[in-house]
């Protein structure tokens, strides 16, 4: 019989795709552990099996020859439904593998054996399984050392995200520099016009000081955000617009709502990230020659989500039909974005038309991924 989606489906996917995994070339650290996981357990399959939404894609596999079958012959679509370890001797006398066409053949599968790929935050991605085409029965040593390889398979998979994350951050850091020194010169040559104007000298300097403390305090707080576990999102989210009220020039208003929430530490960091993005590149885009504008941030949580919107009533596409995915933003701006947004599982969509700028990012959550209401 077919297995149920997962109860979080959404964010499991989410947590698939953050990996980067699928439809990669084969390569020698996976297909060392499963032919080794082959050897040890005595059989003659064993695959690194990931479940996607619609198929089951093997990132290595020894026995099977292919790369991939569908989610309806999947035997590892129903473990990830239950424990960390299963074992069914006999596909012929389990009710969740008796009618697969897999097993039902006189060749067919007739034993398998599977531990989890389960992700930081919980999630199963996948298993790491061992088949074989008569019923079997693993020892205890062997059951371990699937499990061990199993673990060994996630570590890889979090090193590889982990030294991609680094990179992101990197360029993240730079432009983040960029853009506030830039900002920065920006305030600077407009107090200095009002200097020629005969304006108070101690009022210009201390309104640039304002502005540099305020990029110097973002600065911190999306730094801050990375070094404890949880905290309140909104009244942290509260404290990044209010700087990027601070930065913003005169004639732009910022405005921010939303409920009360913890959350993961890493997610407030990159949520802030899209936010200050869309908020810079809206003050730099959305309100030519000094126009009067508004940029407000809305956040809700909804039933097993985030849901924030971003949205501004400055210059938008020149039609007045919405251009979905049309990002205004610098392509290292559009693609620090995106990053954060992956790094949290989270999906964007945005819209542009003659009357504005639209982002809204959903966040899958899981009830027990960290997420609490204030």
Not at 36 to 55: F, H, M, T
Not at 181 to 200: E, M, P
Not at 284 to 310: A, N, Q, S, W, Y
Request: charged share 25%; aromatic share 4%.
């Amino acid at each position: 019989m077919k297995a149920q989606a997962h109860p979080f489906q959404a964010l499991r996917l989410a947590t698939l795709r953050k990996y980067d995994i699928l439809d990669t070339p084969r390569e020698g650290d996976f297909d060392d552990i499963v032919e080794l996981a082959s050897e040890i357990c005595g059989v003659p399959i064993s695959v690194v099996n990931l479940i996607d939404k619609d198929r089951q894609w093997f990132k290595a596999e020894v026995g099977i020859g292919a790369r991939e079958t569908p989610l309806e012959t999947s035997i590892c679509s129903h473990i990830i439904l239950e424990s960390d370890f299963v074992e069914i001797e006999d596909t012929h006398l389990d009710p969740r593998t008796a009618d697969n066409e897999l097993c039902m053949a006189e060749d067919g599968l007739r034993y398998y054996a599977g531990a989890l790929l389960k992700a930081e935050n919980g999630m199963p991605i996948g298993t790491l399984c061992v088949l074989d085409t008569k019923p079997n029965k693993l020892t205890d040593f062997q059951r371990r050392a699937l499990s061990v390889l199993a673990r060994r398979v996630m570590r890889e998979l979090e090193l590889r995200r982990a030294l991609k994350d680094q990179s992101v951050l990197r360029d993240e850091m730079d432009h983040r520099v960029k853009n506030s020194l830039q900002t920065i010169s920006s305030f600077v040559r407009i107090y200095q016009g009002q200097l020629k104007k005969n304006a108070d000298p101690k009022e210009v300097l201390d309104a640039v000081a304002r502005r540099v403390e305020a990029v110097s305090a973002l600065h911190e707080a999306l730094h801050n955000a990375l070094d404890s576990g949880h905290l309140q999102l909104d009244e942290f989210l509260e404290r990044i617009t209010g700087y990027l009220k601070d930065a913003a020039p005169p004639n732009v208003e910022v405005r921010f709502s939303a409920s009360p929430m913890e959350v993961p530490a890493n997610m407030a960091a990159s949520i802030a990230v899209i936010i200050s993005e869309f908020v810079a590149n809206s003050i730099k885009h959305g309100f030519p020659d000094g126009r009067p504008g508004l940029v407000t941030i809305e956040l809700m949580e909804l039933p097993g989500e985030l849901h924030i919107v971003c949205f501004d009533n400055g210059v938008g596409s020149e039609t007045a039909e919405p251009v979905v995915q049309k990002p205004r933003s610098s392509g290292l701006g559009t693609r620090l974005v995106g990053s954060a947004a992956s790094q949290i599982g989270a999906s964007l969509i945005r819209t542009s038309k003659s009357d504005g700028y639209r982002l809204e990012l959903t966040v899958p959550m899981a009830e027990d991924a960290g997420v609490t209401a204030g």
